[in-house]
Structures are given as structure tokens and as C-alpha cells.
């Protein structure tokens, strides 16, 4: 039976779906995980590059190699376009991008042969820049096709985790989707219900949908810049009176970012900048992260305490072995404190789509929760005080709109 291909290319993870008239389901992409950590490390040997976990493992073990992550967010900007070093030769970040993408289109030939695909989008891949966003997506369809997929269409992210909610839900009601990636915060109002998932077209059902440029890997940014980096110098005193520079700071805070830290002028920088330092044992610390190429562990960290602090009021940050100063214990309210900004972008994403579709918080039947950062406290507080009512449903965190992207396949593509 001819089986219908969704791919979820995500900020931070990736899924491979596959439908046919029984239904959809997730291939297994590393052992019997279905989700790929969207992470490349590409080795200095020639050797081909590694992917997922088995990437972030060879990174970890201090393999020579250059481990690259959060590539979607070079999408929309002129990042997509340039170089960077690994080995003897320079690989565009294109290039990176497609060698990842086609991991899993090998996946997909594997378990089901066949050229059609859905592709899924976040609502804006750039925020106020309708000329990046279309870049964005042509890129990306240059890509999948380039990978081998004769057909490519795309659908919103929030969309396909809404045709993976309606799969069980029990009756029409209007639904708020709100999808919070690793890159993007999407949000639709979507009408849904059993008798509505054969019908040819859906267009009518979308009521809303809008997204902004806010995900986990904002929130890990802004987490590291505020109980991690201080430890490293950033925002430290200088004897001229002034601070610091930031910017080598943000790199290091921002996954995409990290590998621009590797060269000789930034080793050359650090050092001078040591020596005006009023805390020259701080900027000891950056100038070890940095020689060490610790940048992705101390990000991985990073995101594992934010994890943390989701079930816990504290956590530890284990850094003293990387950076050479100590383990700072975090609080829940110091990182809700850290990331109060996006999170009243999202307040405002979640009020302007209600209005968008018309619906006073009452019509709304379920806030339906999906993407990784969905499971932090502060952004269900924010759905609960936007819709005080209505229930809230957690699906797959990280395979709801791989799912639905295979069920759009098949309504598509047959």
C-alpha cells in the first residue's frame, strides 16, 4: 500500500511520519526513537558526517570534527549562504542543511519508497520580512527536491498538530493550537471533529494563525546569558570603566552561533581583553570554553537545567568541569525572570489570534499543547490566562506535527 511522507525539520529535533489508509505513524530514526535530534557533526577525516544522537556522542567523546546545530534558523538569512571551516575545506551551511535532510530522506526510501512530500513551515520562518520567509521556503523546497522528492508541498507547522489532535478528538469543537518549537511559537484556531478529516478541503476550518520568532532555543539563550555567562565574564567590568563586549558572549548563548567563536582572532581578543579585565579570572574561564570548544556542551547544559526547572523550583548547572568555576544552582523564578520578554510576545501571539478569528476565550472547547518548551510552567500559565476555560490537551511533545504532516500527505497526495 502506497504510504504518504510528512517530515517535521525542526529547530532542535526532527520526525519522519508515514500514512496510509490505517493511519499514520512515526519511523523509528535512531534505534526505536522516532525523533532525530537535528544535529550534525561533520568529521575532519573525510569520514561522512554523523547524525543526531549519534552526532551530539561524538562531539561529547572529543572526536576531531565540528558539531553543528539549530540549523534551521539559518533559513530566511543570509547565513544560508555562507562558509564555514571543518577539515581542510569550507561547507555552506546549504549544504550542511541538505546532508541532514537527506539522512532523512534515506529514512523514508528505507521504509517506504516514493518522491511526494509535506514539509512543514513554522507560520513566519522570519518575523516582518515576507521576502526572507519566502526565501526561507524556496531554499528548503530547493533542497528537498535536490534530496530527491519530485513533489514538494509545505503545510503550517500548528495545522499538522492540529489534524494529529483530531484524530482523537471526540467531538467538532474549536481548538487553540499552540505549537512552541525549538526556533518558532505558532498559534492557530482551528475547527476540528471526526466528521471533518475526510473533507477535501479545510481551509474554511483555519480561523486564525499567525507565529513569531520565539521557541526553546530563546529561552536556553537567555537562561545562559543570565545564570551562566555572568561566570565567564559577560557583562563583567573593565579598568576603563566600561564592560565587557557582548557579542562573543551571544554567540556562545545562541546554538548556531557557537562554532563563529573557534578562530584565531577570537583566541587573540580574549587574551587582550583579559588584561583590562577587572575580573581577569572570569574572562579565564571564557578563554577555556572557547580553546576547548566546550560552546555546544555548556549550551547542552543549558537546555537540560531549563528541562530541569520545569519539574523542579531549583537545579543544579554541572559547568565546573568545562569552564573551571563553580556550578551555580538555579532557581524557576530567576529563569521565568530571564525569559519575560518572549514569553509576553507569546501573552500577545495568543491574544491576537483569538481576535483574529473573532472568538471571544469562551468558544474556544481545548488549547491543545504541543512542541518541546509547551511543557514549561510559564507558558502554560500563559494559555491558562488567556483561555481560563477551556481544557488543555497535551499531545506528542515532539511528534504531533510529524503526525499530522503524514495525514496531510495523504490527503494530498493519496
Avoid at 518522491?115 to 526572507?132: S, T
Avoid at 568555576?325 to 491574544?351: K, T
Wanted: with cysteine; charged share 20%.
Amino acid at each position: 500500500m502506497t504510504q504518504a511522507c510528512g517530515i517535521d525539520f525542526g529547530t532542535s529535533n526532527s520526525t519522519v511520519g508515514l500514512a496510509d489508509g490505517t493511519g499514520a505513524r512515526l519511523l523509528a530514526l535512531e534505534e526505536v526513537s522516532p525523533t532525530l535530534p537535528s544535529a550534525v557533526f561533520w568529521q575532519t577525516e573525510g569520514a561522512p558526517p554523523l547524525f543526531g544522537r549519534a552526532a551530539i556522542a561524538a562531539y561529547l567523546e572529543g572526536e576531531d570534527g565540528r558539531l553543528m546545530r539549530g540549523l534551521k534558523s539559518t533559513l530566511g538569512s543570509g547565513l544560508i549562504h555562507e562558509k564555514t571551516a571543518v577539515g581542510g575545506r569550507a561547507v555552506s551551511f546549504r549544504e550542511v542543511l541538505a546532508r541532514f535532510i537527506g539522512h532523512l530522506r534515506a529514512a523514508q526510501e528505507a521504509a517506504a519508497p516514493g518522491g511526494k512530500v509535506v514539509l512543514g513551515r513554522p507560520v513566519h520562518f522570519v518575523d516582518d520580512d515576507p521576502a526572507a520567509d519566502a526565501a526561507a521556503e524556496a531554499t528548503l523546497a530547493e533542497i528537498a527536491r535536490d534530496c530527491g522528492w519530485d513533489e514538494v508541498a509545505f503545510q503550517y507547522e500548528p495545522i499538522a498538530a492540529a489534524l494529529h489532535y483530531e484524530q482523537t478528538a471526540p467531538k467538532e469543537e474549536l481548538v487553540l493550537i499552540v505549537d512552541i518549537g525549538g526556533g518558532t511559537s505558532d498559534v492557530s484556531v482551528v475547527r476540528v471533529g471526526p466528521g471533518r478529516a475526510a473533507l477535501p478541503d479545510r481551509s474554511s476550518d483555519i480561523l486564525a494563525n499567525d507565529g513569531i520568532r520565539v521557541g526553546g532555543t530563546d529561552f536556553d539563550r537567555l537562561l545562559s546569558l543570565s545564570e551562566a555567562l555572568p561566570h565567564l565574564g559577560y557583562l563583567a567590568s573593565t579598568k576603563g570603566g566600561g564592560t565587557m563586549p557582548r557579542h562573543y558572549y551571544l554567540d556562545l548563548a545562541t546554538w548556531h552561533r557557537i562554532n563563529a567563536l573557534y578562530t584565531a582572532r577570537t583566541a587573540s581578543d580574549l587574551k587582550a581583553l583579559r588584561l583590562v579585565a577587572n575580573q581577569p579570572d572570569r574572562v579565564d574561564r571564557m578563554i577555556r570554553v572557547v580553546a576547548g570548544r566546550h560552546g555546544h556542551a555548556l549550551a547542552m547544559r543549558v537546555e537540560a537545567a531549563k528541562v530541569a526547572l520545569s519539574d523542579s523550583e531549583a537545579t543544579r548547572l554541572p559547568m565546573s568541569d568545562l569552564t573551571g568555576g563553580p556550578n551555580p544552582m538555579l532557581q524557576r523564578d530567576g529563569f521565568e525572570a530571564a525569559v519575560e520578554a518572549p514569553i509576553a510576545r507569546i501573552n500577545a501571539l495568543l491574544a491576537r489570534v483569538l481576535a483574529d478569528a473573532g472568538l471571544t476565550p469562551d468558544r474556544i472547547g481545548t488549547a491543545f499543547l504541543t512542541g518541546g518548551s509547551s511543557q514549561l510552567p510559564i507558558l502554560r500559565a500563559a494559555v491558562r490566562g488567556v483561555l481560563p476555560e477551556a481544557a488543555i490537551a497535551t499531545g506528542d511533545m515532539l511528534g504531533s506535527v510529524g503526525t499530522g504532516l503524514a495525514l496531510e500527505a495523504r490527503r494530498r497526495f493519496g
